[in-house]
């Protein structure tokens, strides 16, 4: 039996998020029932809402970074109970018996993982509902464990823009001294920064504004390279150990490649459209690498949550009501936003 709960969600692409009712499955044997708290506000939302990768279904309900209390446990769940604070990523589900799913890679999961919004319901038919909204029913195996130290509301943004950054930073293996780059100061970016400094690595944030450099300093940055001046984008050329690219949007390639060490690789997580073409010569010349990361998978986002407890380290967010969300998508646009939005659920809940 389902049950009916309030959410925020759009009708068509062109429509505004309003509040509408949706449905939660019971809580199974294997799921764990969550009253959401506080969801972060990703990018991603906005592109599915205004269907940008011509996929979206309707009524969109957005929200992939969930932070709530467990209400309700299956019979078959041990990890949880109730009270824990929790959350909920971009992913609800996967085969989990593919090569990648038992590599813990679920994200890529040969069968397609279940998104959080915008997936294929297989409980209840029809696609999934994401986190503007009250309360959440997921698998046990894709709930996380938030650290009990951290701000919860910083913590949402932690399990889409915290993990797509922390997991290139650990897949290339970046360590102490090395010098990292990271481009964009956005969501991305200032978890970018702070993923990047926490390992010990020298940060150089990449930016196009100037006036982002106190605030980049601020975030851990122990420089800041403006990349509009050729003067110092020559000065740094074949110096970096690792780029973190999160450009949102299709750019010029050849003057980030030029700053790759050689051998080193320069990862994206930001463009998911066509890329400037560049030049072949400029990664011949010195076995340079552009490689690309999605999230990361259950337990390695696990592993990012507890580094953050060790840490101590949160998305810098801005907090705003449920009702404030089409306001906040403008900003969001308009990049005029530190660096995350975050729906206090409560302003839902009402
Ligand atoms: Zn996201
Ligand atoms: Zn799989």
Redesign the pocket.
């Known amino acids: 039996m389902s049950t009916t709960i309030k959410a925020y969600g759009a009708e068509d692409a062109k429509a505004h998020l309003k509040p509408i009712s949706i449905e939660r499955r019971a809580c199974g044997d294997d799921d764990v029932k969550i009253d959401i708290t506080y969801c972060g506000v990703c990018h991603s939302d906005i592109h599915t809402v205004r269907n940008d990768w011509k996929n979206s279904k309707y009524p969109v309900v957005p929200g992939h970074e969930i932070v709530g209390h467990v209400i309700e446990v299956g019979k078959n769940v041990k990890k949880f109970k109730n009270g824990d604070l929790v959350g909920v990523g971009c992913m609800v589900d ?5 090569a ?2 038992k590599e813990d890679l ?1 994200q890529f ?3 397609g ?1 279940v998104g959080t919004y915008n997936g294929k319901d297989k409980h209840l038919g029809g696609h999934t509902f994401g986190g503007y909204s009250t309360s959440i029913v997921v698998n046990k195996e894709f709930v996380l464990s938030i650290p009990k130290n951290i701000d919860p509301k910083g913590a949402a943004p932690l399990l889409c823009a915290g993990i797509t950054t922390w997991s290139p930073l650990r897949h290339w293996k970046v360590k102490k001294g090395d010098k990292v780059g990271v481009i964009g100061l956005g969501g991305l970016g200032h978890m970018g920064v702070k993923f990047a400094h926490a390992l010990g690595a020298h940060v150089v944030m990449i930016t196009t504004s100037p006036d982002k450099a106190q605030d980049a300093k601020a975030l851990g940055a122990h420089e800041v390279l403006i990349s509009k001046n050729e003067d110092d984008m020559k000065k740094h050329k074949n110096s970096f150990d690792f780029i973190l690219n999160t450009i949102p949007v299709g750019h010029e390639m050849d003057p980030y490649i030029a700053l790759l060490k050689r051998d080193a690789t320069m990862v994206l997580v930001g463009a998911v459209e066509p890329l400037k073409p560049f030049h072949g010569g400029g990664l011949i010349g010195g076995r340079k690498r552009i490689a690309g990361s999605l999230i990361g998978g259950i337990k390695e986002t696990q592993e990012m949550l507890d580094f953050c407890g060790e840490h101590n380290i949160v998305s810098d967010i801005e907090l705003i009501d449920m009702f404030d969300i089409n306001k906040a998508y403008e900003r969001v646009i308009d990049s005029d936003v530190k660096y995350r939005f975050v729906i206090d659920m409560a302003s839902l809940k009402g």
Request: charged fraction near 35%.
């Open positions: 996967s085969c989990q018996e593919c990648s799913c679920e999961c040969e069968k993982m």
